[in-house]
């Protein structure tokens, strides 16, 4: 049984009721403001943490997992995939399309070079583009391997020096590019809220994103901007009451990260 052994940090038991509370402070979150816990995707950072655990979030109903190194993450995935396929559990459940089994984000900042990595190892949704340049790679990659790779654009809504992501002014120039780029399609925003004592001082940096967000998409109203990806452990519900449709949690879920 997975949830055994020293490898896991955190015993099957915990895990559930983190997972119980994680979905109960969404539903909750999503009720103060008029919406449905459905049109959140709660995607499960599993970054540090092993394969294992993977597995046995996935078997408590997680389908999201994110990761944010793809050294970390490529082989984790295919370990995962190995796991899950020894129990016949991947193949019983159809819901992830024709491969199914867990779906993968990327949302840690990727290198240029790492490009090629992130297109093999298959995400459905890479977070964190934050150069045209990356997108171009990325476009270049996934053309290469007959796929057209699902992105979210980061904006560094806080302008804080140490953060990534696109200075919100930059935001129009980048999409003019990376709306020509065939292997690539734009899905919405992502950014990190600067680390804060209270949740509430993250609330602007959230607001703000959703209002970019509306301004992208009456400029570029061809493209896909439904996605919000904004809010972790320590400020998902105030991301959720301000319009997150996909929230990124890790120790909440897992509990502290591995060294
Ligand atoms: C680690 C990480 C998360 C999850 O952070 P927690 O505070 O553990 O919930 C979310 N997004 C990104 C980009 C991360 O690197």
Sequence with gaps: MSGEGSIVTVDR???ARNLEQVRERIAAAAERVGRS???ITLVAVSKTHPAELVVATWELGIRHFGENRVEEANPKIEEVRRLLSSRGEAAASGDSGPQPGPIWHMVGHVQSRKARDVIEGGYALVHSVDRVKLARRLSRFA???GRVQKILLEVNVSGEATKFGF???ALIPAVEEIATLSGVRVRGLMTMAPIVP???EARPVFAALRELRDRMADRFPE???YHL???MTDDFEVAIEEGATIVRIGRA???PRRA
């Design 229 to 231: 990806s904004m809010g």
């Design 37 to 39: 816990a459905d049109e």
């Design 223 to 225: 493209l896909d901007w």
């Design 198 to 200: 209270d949740p509430e």
């Design 253 to 255: 879920i897992f509990g």
């Design 13 to 15: 038991e915990t895990l």
């Design 167 to 169: 200075e919100p002014e």
């Design 143 to 145: 053309l290469e391997a």
